[in-house]
C-alpha cells in the first residue's frame, strides 16, 4: 500500500533555481531565496490547502463549536492537567482575554486564524495599567497551545494552529518603554537584614530558610513535617519518583532532605528534593518539634497571635505565596514609617525599598555560583543537569567578564 502524501510538506531547497520550495499536490512551489520570508508563505500555502473542503465523509474535525465552547473545554482540561498554578492563572488570562468580546467569543472556531490573535494581542497591548512585553507574548503562546489541543482532540480544523503560528512574538520596545520590565535580580543581604526585625517571628524564619536553601516561596509554604527526613532512617516519598529519600551525612556533617508535594516540574515529571544544610536546620528545627506529621510547618496563626485580640481575622493553615509577599510588604512598610516618624529621616536612601521573597533565590543562586562549580548550583535551586537557567540568577557575570577582559589585557 502506497504511503500517503504528506499534509505539511517540509520546506526544500530547489538547486536548479536556487531558491526554497515545497511539493504541494504534486507541484513545486518555488518561495524565494530568504528562508524566514519562505517559512512563511509554506504555512499560508499549507493553510489554505488545509482549509479547502474534503471529498472524504469523514471530517476534519468535529462540529463548529464557538470560540468560547472551545475555550472552555481546553480550561477543564488544563486546570486538571497542569499542577503550577502560575501556569493554570496564565492560561485563565488568556482565555478571558480571547472570549472577552461579545462577537468573538460567538464565532466558529473554525474561522480563529491570525488576524482573530493579532486583535487579541492588540487589545492587551493597550491595556492600562500596560502589561509587560513578555507576558503579552505569554498570553499569546498559551493561546496557540489551545488551538494545538483543540486540533488533536479535532475540536478545529488544522488550518486554525498554522494560521496562529504564523503570528510573530513581540519583540523588545515594540510595544513602548511602558511594556518593557526590568528582570528580577538579587535583593541585597543589608536589606533584607533591616527588614527582619519588622517581620513576625515565622516570617523571619522564613526567610532565612529561603535564604539559606533557595526553594522557591511556593515550596516553602507548603512544607509539612512528613516531607522532611532529618535522620537517615526517616524516608519520604518524592513525588514522581518510585522511590523515597532520607537525611545523609556527607563529610561528616548530616544534611537533612524536603521533598515538596508540589513544585514547578511537577507536570513534567521532574522531581525535587530540597537539601537543608546545619544553618537552615537550626532555623527549621523548632518549627519541626512542634509539628504533627501532617502539619504545615509554617502557620499564620502564630504569626498573629496577640496581634488583633477578638477581632482578629480567620486565617488559614499555611501562608499562601501571597500572604508571604504581603507580610514582607508590611514589614518594609512598618520599618518606613517608624523611621520617618522617630524624625531621623536624613536620606531618602534610608527609606527601604519594596522586595519580594522570589529575589533571594537569585541571590542564593549568585552566592552559589561563586562558591563552587555552575551544574552544583544549578542542582541546588532545582535545575536539571547542564541547564542554562542558571545564567538568569547570576549577576556577576558582568563582573566576572570584567576580569578576564583585565587579566587578558
Same mark, same amino acid.
Given at each position: 500500500?502506497?504511503?500517503?502524501?504528506?499534509? !505539511?510538506?517540509?520546506?526544500?531547497?530547489?538547486?536548479? %533555481?536556487?531558491?526554497?520550495?515545497?511539493?504541494?499536490?504534486?507541484?513545486?512551489?518555488?518561495?524565494?531565496?530568504?528562508?524566514?520570508?519562505?517559512?512563511?508563505?509554506?504555512?499560508?500555502?499549507?493553510?489554505?490547502?488545509?482549509?479547502?473542503?474534503?471529498?472524504?465523509?469523514?471530517?476534519?474535525?468535529?462540529?463548529?463549536?464557538?470560540?468560547?465552547?472551545?475555550?472552555?473545554?481546553?480550561?477543564?482540561?488544563?486546570? %486538571?492537567?497542569?499542577?503550577?498554578?502560575?501556569?493554570?492563572?496564565?492560561?485563565?488570562?488568556?482565555?478571558?482575554?480571547?472570549?472577552?468580546?461579545?462577537?468573538?467569543?460567538?464565532?466558529?472556531?473554525?474561522?480563529?486564524?491570525?488576524?482573530?490573535?493579532?486583535?487579541?494581542?492588540?487589545?492587551?497591548?493597550?491595556?492600562?495599567?500596560?502589561?509587560?512585553?513578555?507576558?503579552? &507574548? &505569554?498570553?499569546? !503562546?498559551?493561546?496557540? !497551545?489551545?488551538?494545538?489541543?483543540?486540533?488533536?482532540?479535532?475540536?478545529?480544523?488544522?488550518?486554525?494552529?498554522?494560521?496562529?503560528?504564523?503570528?510573530?512574538?513581540?519583540?523588545?520596545?515594540?510595544?513602548?518603554?511602558?511594556?518593557?520590565?526590568?528582570?528580577?535580580?538579587?535583593?541585597?543581604?543589608?536589606?533584607?537584614?533591616?527588614?527582619?526585625?519588622?517581620?513576625?517571628?515565622?516570617?523571619?524564619?522564613?526567610?532565612?530558610?529561603? *535564604?539559606? !536553601?533557595?526553594? +522557591?516561596?511556593?515550596?516553602?509554604?507548603?512544607?509539612?513535617?512528613?516531607?522532611?527526613?532529618?535522620?537517615?532512617?526517616?524516608?519520604?516519598?518524592?513525588?514522581?519518583?518510585?522511590?523515597?529519600?532520607?537525611?545523609?551525612?556527607?563529610?561528616?556533617?548530616?544534611?537533612?532532605?524536603?521533598?515538596?508535594?508540589?513544585?514547578?516540574?511537577?507536570?513534567?515529571? %521532574?522531581?525535587?528534593?530540597?537539601?537543608?544544610?546545619?544553618?537552615?536546620?537550626?532555623?527549621?528545627?523548632?518549627?519541626?518539634?512542634?509539628?504533627?506529621?501532617?502539619?504545615?510547618?509554617?502557620?499564620? /496563626?502564630?504569626?498573629?497571635?496577640?496581634?488583633?485580640? %477578638?477581632? /482578629?481575622?480567620?486565617?488559614? *493553615?499555611?501562608?499562601?505565596?501571597?500572604?508571604?509577599?504581603?507580610?514582607?510588604?508590611?514589614?518594609?512598610?512598618?520599618? &518606613?514609617?517608624?523611621?520617618?516618624?522617630?524624625?531621623?529621616?536624613?536620606?531618602?536612601?534610608?527609606?527601604?525599598? &519594596?522586595?519580594?521573597?522570589?529575589?533571594?533565590?537569585?541571590?542564593?543562586?549568585?552566592?552559589?555560583?561563586?562558591?563552587?562549580?555552575?551544574?552544583?548550583?544549578?542542582?541546588?535551586?532545582?535545575?536539571?543537569?547542564?541547564?542554562?537557567?542558571?545564567?538568569?540568577?547570576?549577576?556577576?557575570?558582568?563582573?566576572?567578564?570584567?576580569?578576564?577582559? +583585565?587579566?587578558?589585557?
Amino acid at each position: 500500500m502506497p504511503r500517503p502524501r504528506s499534509q !505539511t510538506p517540509p520546506l526544500r531547497w530547489f538547486e536548479a %533555481k536556487q531558491q526554497y520550495c515545497i511539493y504541494l499536490n504534486r507541484k513545486r512551489r518555488l518561495l524565494g531565496t530568504d528562508k524566514k520570508a519562505a517559512e512563511a508563505e509554506r504555512l499560508r500555502l499549507i493553510g489554505q490547502q488545509l482549509a479547502r473542503p474534503k471529498s472524504s465523509t469523514v471530517p476534519s474535525f468535529s462540529g463548529e463549536l464557538s470560540v468560547i465552547e472551545a475555550f472552555e473545554r481546553y480550561r477543564a482540561y488544563a486546570e %486538571k492537567r497542569y499542577a503550577d498554578s502560575r501556569a493554570r492563572h496564565r492560561i485563565r488570562q488568556a482565555i478571558g482575554a480571547a472570549i472577552a468580546d461579545d462577537k468573538r467569543a460567538a464565532m466558529p472556531i473554525s474561522q480563529f486564524d491570525r488576524a482573530v490573535l493579532l486583535e487579541i494581542r492588540d487589545e492587551l497591548t493597550a491595556r492600562q495599567p500596560a502589561l509587560s512585553r513578555r507576558y503579552i &507574548n &505569554n498570553l499569546a !503562546t498559551a493561546v496557540k !497551545t489551545a488551538i494545538s489541543w483543540m486540533v488533536d482532540r479535532r475540536i478545529a480544523p488544522p488550518a486554525v494552529l498554522y494560521e496562529v503560528r504564523a503570528l510573530k512574538q513581540l519583540i523588545y520596545l515594540e510595544c513602548g518603554a511602558d511594556a518593557e520590565r526590568p528582570k528580577v535580580q538579587s535583593v541585597d543581604p543589608a536589606i533584607v537584614a533591616r527588614t527582619l526585625p519588622f517581620c513576625p517571628p515565622t516570617v523571619q524564619a522564613m526567610v532565612r530558610l529561603q *535564604q539559606l !536553601t533557595g526553594m +522557591r516561596p511556593g515550596e516553602l509554604v507548603i512544607m509539612r513535617r512528613c516531607d522532611v527526613s532529618t535522620s537517615p532512617t526517616q524516608r519520604v516519598d518524592v513525588p514522581c519518583l518510585d522511590a523515597t529519600v532520607a537525611a545523609e551525612e556527607i563529610d561528616g556533617v548530616l544534611i537533612w532532605r524536603y521533598a515538596p508535594s508540589q513544585h514547578k516540574g511537577i507536570w513534567r515529571g %521532574k522531581y525535587r528534593v530540597i537539601p537543608i544544610g546545619p544553618e537552615a536546620q537550626a532555623v527549621l528545627a523548632p518549627f519541626l518539634l512542634r509539628r504533627e506529621p501532617d502539619e504545615y510547618v509554617f502557620q499564620p /496563626m502564630e504569626s498573629m497571635k496577640g496581634e488583633r485580640g %477578638k477581632n /482578629m481575622i480567620r486565617v488559614g *493553615q499555611r501562608y499562601k505565596v501571597r500572604s508571604y509577599y504581603e507580610a514582607i510588604d508590611r514589614a518594609v512598610a512598618r520599618h &518606613n514609617r517608624k523611621l520617618r516618624d522617630s524624625g531621623r529621616l536624613l536620606f531618602f536612601a534610608e527609606i527601604l525599598p &519594596n522586595w519580594f521573597p522570589y529575589r533571594l533565590r537569585h541571590s542564593l543562586g549568585t552566592a552559589a555560583a561563586g562558591k563552587i562549580d555552575s551544574d552544583a548550583a544549578g542542582l541546588l535551586l532545582g535545575h536539571s543537569p547542564g541547564s542554562r537557567a542558571l545564567n538568569i540568577y547570576v549577576e556577576d557575570s558582568l563582573r566576572k567578564a570584567a576580569e578576564a577582559a +583585565r587579566k587578558i589585557g
